[in-house]
């Protein structure tokens, strides 16, 4: 056999190699280009909502107290200005999808985080706050209460203020804020956060009663929502920091952080903690898309301080030292 021959063979067999790899590999890559394709081209794609700055707090809020002296609301309303964020850049668009790559499996990975948690981490991560003077925390979803007084021991947290929309569950809130005689530190309201005003009717399902997921209850609550924006500036959050805000709400964190990442009121707080609902989200790659969109905004102003992906996460506001 000449050396050409020699060759010729060699190439072909080589080719033969390289052909079935690529035939058995073409579903994966198939796969892989689906997915990034339907990323790409989703339509339509959960939209970011314009934020509207109102001149004149709504009077639906009167009744909620600054959580700080001395302080005007008013005054704090020009302080706070929209961010040009509703267009991502090219890296971000970048990160993003890898994100949502990343996340593919939803479920595995929340079960992992799970295992690995320690459930104490929600308010044991934040003792160092007991070195500050006069904390301030926010609950967004405070339920009947369970979080809350873990937070005050640990914290020395002088204000507090939990939100519940819920009334049946507000009821059992404020009662367990008095007999754990809290209320000089604790004051709850009875209403929900989103991106506009509105009233919603809801059957309550214990601990995962959510805007976003219909139960199957016949009793039926009325919920009042109140504007994002208009609530913290209503605390006075547009003229001082906030030490913590912590959300727990069923699905509602997606809106209180897109809407916060949207005007300055988030370089005011100094840690966000969250827990992702995909339970809530009967399509769970626009719960994704949601999710990687929503570390992305945060990632602008913040960075990661802990995180469990898909159970519990804590961002610290970029600039201030860790504990």
């Given at each position: 056999m000449s050396k050409m021959e020699h060759f010729r063979r060699c190439g072909l067999v080589l080719v033969m190699v390289v052909a079935v790899l690529a035939f058995y590999t073409s579903g994966i890559s198939w796969e892989f280009n689906k997915e990034e394709f339907e990323f790409r081209s989703e339509e339509?794609?959960?939209k970011i909502a314009k934020i509207e700055i109102s001149s004149k707090i709504s009077s639906k809020l009167q009744r909620v107290a600054p959580i700080f002296r001395d302080m005007r609301?008013?005054?704090?309303?020009?302080?706070?200005?929209?961010?040009?964020?509703f267009n991502f850049s090219a890296d971000e668009n970048t990160s993003i999808h890898t994100c949502f790559r990343k996340n593919l499996n939803v479920i595995k990975m929340y079960h992992a985080s799970n295992k690995r948690l320690d459930w104490n981490i929600t308010f044991s991560f934040f003792t160092f706050l007991a070195k500050k003077p006069n904390v301030k925390i926010v609950e967004v979803g405070g339920n009947v209460g369970d979080l809350l007084p873990k937070l005050v021991r640990v914290t020395g947290v002088k204000k507090y203020v939990v939100l519940e929309p819920v009334p049946s569950f507000y009821e059992k809130l404020k009662t367990n804020i008095k007999q754990r005689s809290l209320t000089h530190i604790v004051t709850p309201y009875n209403f929900g956060l989103g991106k506009t005003d509105e009233k919603i009717n809801i059957s309550p399902s214990g601990v995962a009663t959510s805007?976003?997921?219909k139960s199957v209850s016949d009793a039926t609550e009325t919920l009042l929502i109140v504007k994002v924006v208009d609530?913290?500036?209503?605390?006075?959050?547009?003229?001082?920091?906030?030490?913590l805000l912590t959300i727990n709400c069923?699905?509602?964190?997606?809106?209180?952080?897109?809407?916060l990442t949207s005007s300055s009121l988030i370089k005011q707080i100094d840690y966000v903690q969250f827990q992702p609902h995909a339970s809530v989200f009967a399509d769970k790659k626009k719960y994704r898309f949601l999710y990687c969109r929503l570390r992305q905004l945060l990632s602008r102003t913040h960075e990661i301080a802990y995180e469990y992906p898909h159970v519990w996460e804590a961002w610290r506001?970029?600039?201030?030292?860790?504990p």
């Open positions: 339509p794609r959960p609301t008013d005054k704090c309303i020009h302080n706070i200005t929209a961010e040009s964020g805007l976003k997921k609530f913290f500036i209503q605390l006075g959050i547009g003229c001082h920091r906030l030490d069923e699905g509602c964190e997606f809106d209180v952080i897109e809407m506001r970029k600039g201030i030292p860790k």
